[in-house]
């Protein structure tokens, strides 16, 4: 649970072996590499080596719902030419699906006037055929003048009619459009069909038979874009006419397999502690178990290396909020039998792992506050059994509702702020967030008490000594002069401002219970509404309540989820990163080989 400290590592050797040097080092894979000199106009020109056409290949290939066993080796494989005829059973097999949705339209609209062609032009003298599909109420609406006109058949509510005529007869001639139904005789267009679909079996079985060189095909592509990545590093060492140097950044515990791989390879290896103007990049290293709070984390900004890594904080609160937001236990088990269920489709990554872990604890936190505030699908149980009792928290409740969820974003707040102290000691700057700690808890004692007595006089008494705090330690300029001191005092006035941002910060958690809230009035109505539908409406009326009921939870479901993530992030990123967060770091980016995975 920290950031991993880094060592400043070059690589200094004979022009010669850069090339070797480079894959060694790419190998390795623990490097972040750093531009030693620009060299933007020649890296514009390096390809990427991740292709269009081939990347498109490989997912063709990768997706064919029934593949062949994939070959490890073949002496035979042509990169080039799998993926042509890849790409060419993908344009060509799309281009049959919409030839055969076409034919199957052409052949509905024709199979309602028959099997029929169209005589010769000469035939007719010059007279052509007209479709119309009629309304029977609309049938004494047609014009006499526009031509011969006959009722080849009529149904209930249609009379399908030809009108014979040189000219197309005019839009306001005719009560509806005409009715294109082509040239080609129905059975004609059913030979067409058939033809269409027996050419996407072949070329089903050819996409199926060129699932075999997926494998080699990802190897390749993986090789192709690892060169890329050597020829664009190449580019940012520093170069003279027999010497380069390699500049990067790499981990404490890696430094002897650094010094390995340079003596392995006969070149030079300096190897120094950040400089106090270094930027370092940002590694952040959890147990598995809150990994995926790096995730929370770097979604939206990646903390500075001299800073903290706040992941399992952000880990365990997102769980909290989220949960607090859906409150509903009947949601949170139905989600969960969802992610069991479709488990394997996440993947087997590391980060895959890591999302399937966050899922499952969102689901048993939406349980937990779903079964502590009594809300089932939005049914509340009644009759005092174990479920009713373990109820123990009213939503309905405005006042402790508020005192809840400003207790919470008060400690989330002070947690901000302690860990931010912790990290500055040894400085005095440490002083000024555990005045905001001062500043927050006084303000929550005073409030949880009403604002008067000695809980609360107490609590006005940290909010004074917290800002005295923050309005002294507010500002680092150092104090040598009248002058000097004039500027740290404006400075500490100006951080002590930010009283404001606190008290607007706190009552930002309020969003937790006024979510929450909605959730659950939202489930309460909708099966409020199901059941008034089954009552008013005998017999039908039930499958109607069924509809709404499943309807209905699930668009408050979608929402619960929705606002659940977006606020239960917001929460992390924007109100405990404001107090808790000082600097924007870069993440930590290890030139390294790729893995092929299938």
Request: aromatic residues 8%.
């Amino acid at each position: 649970m920290s950031i991993v400290a880094l060592k400043k590592v070059a690589l200094i050797g004979v022009a010669d072996d850069k090339a070797g040097v480079l894959e060694a080092v790419q190998a390795f894979g623990g490097f972040h590499l750093v531009p030693l000199k620009s060299a933007q106009k020649e890296l514009e020109a390096v390809p990427s080596g991740t292709g269009r056409e081939a990347t498109a290949a490989l997912r063709w290939l990768v997706d064919c719902p029934v593949p062949r066993r994939p070959l490890s080796r073949a002496p035979e494989f042509d990169m080039n030419a799998v993926i042509e005829a890849a790409n060419e059973n993908r344009r060509a097999l799309s281009a049959a699906e919409d030839e055969k949705a076409a034919l199957a339209r052409r052949i509905r609209d024709v199979a309602r006037w028959g099997e029929f062609t169209f005589p010769a032009l000469e035939d007719t003298d010059g007279y052509r055929f007209w479709f119309y599909e009629v309304p029977n109420s609309k049938v004494r609406h047609v014009r006499p003048d526009v031509g011969i006109v006959e009722i080849v058949h009529r149904s209930s509510t249609t009379a399908y009619m030809v009108v014979l005529a040189r000219q197309e007869p005019l839009a306001s001639a005719m009560p509806v459009p005409r009715v294109h139904i082509g040239s080609h005789a129905l059975s004609t267009l059913e030979r067409q069909l058939e033809a269409v679909e027996v050419r996407l079996d072949d070329l089903w079985l050819e996409r199926r038979d060129l699932t075999k060189w997926r494998l080699l095909l990802a190897r390749n592509l993986a090789g192709a874009r690892d060169a890329a990545a050597r020829r664009r590093a190449a580019l940012e060492t520093l170069d003279t006419e027999h010497v380069f140097v390699l500049g990067g950044w790499v981990r404490a515990d890696k430094v002897g397999e650094v010094e390995t791989l340079a003596e392995r390879w006969g070149v030079a290896s300096v190897i120094e502690d950040p400089a106090p103007d270094d930027v370092p990049p940002t590694l952040l290293e959890n147990p598995p178990a809150l990994a995926a709070g790096e995730d929370l984390v770097t979604f939206y900004q990646t903390p500075g290396y001299r800073g903290w890594d706040p992941s399992p904080i952000v880990y365990v609160s997102f769980i909290v909020f989220f949960g607090m937001i859906m409150t509903d236990a009947g949601y949170g088990l139905l989600l969960l039998a969802l992610i069991l269920l479709l488990r394997k489709r996440f993947g087997t990554g590391e980060t895959a792992r890591r999302m399937l872990r966050l899922a499952i604890w969102l689901c048993v936190s939406t349980t937990a506050f779903g079964v502590i505030t009594g809300s089932y699908f939005g049914w509340e149980p009644t009759g005092g059994g174990l479920i009713s009792r373990l109820a123990f928290i009213d939503l309905a409740d405005v006042e402790a509702m508020m005192r809840l969820t400003v207790t919470i974003g008060v400690v989330h707040v002070i947690v901000a702020n302690l860990v931010n102290a912790w990290n500055m000691r040894g400085s005095g700057e440490r002083f000024a967030p555990l005045g905001w700690c001062l500043v927050a808890g006084g303000g929550l004692a005073a409030y949880l008490a009403g604002g008067a007595g000695p809980v609360a006089a107490l609590g006005i008494a940290g909010i004074a000594a917290g800002l005295a705090l923050v309005i002294v330690f507010g500002s680092n300029v150092p104090v040598t002069s009248a002058a000097s001191l004039a500027r740290r005092l404006m400075g500490g006035l100006l951080a002590g401002a930010r009283v404001v941002n606190l008290f607007s910060d706190v009552l930002s958690y309020m969003r937790l219970f006024a979510l929450g809230l909605a959730a659950a009035s939202l489930g309460a109505t909708i099966n409020t509404l199901a059941d008034q539908v089954m009552h008013a409406v005998p017999g039908i009326g039930v499958l109607v309540a069924i509809l709404v009921l499943v309807l209905g939870h699930a668009v408050n479901l979608g929402l619960g989820v929705i606002a659940g993530t977006v606020h239960g992030l917001r929460l992390n990123v924007i109100e405990f990163f404001n107090w808790g967060m000082r600097e924007e770091g870069r993440p930590f980016r290890p030139f390294r080989k790729e893995e092929t995975r299938l």
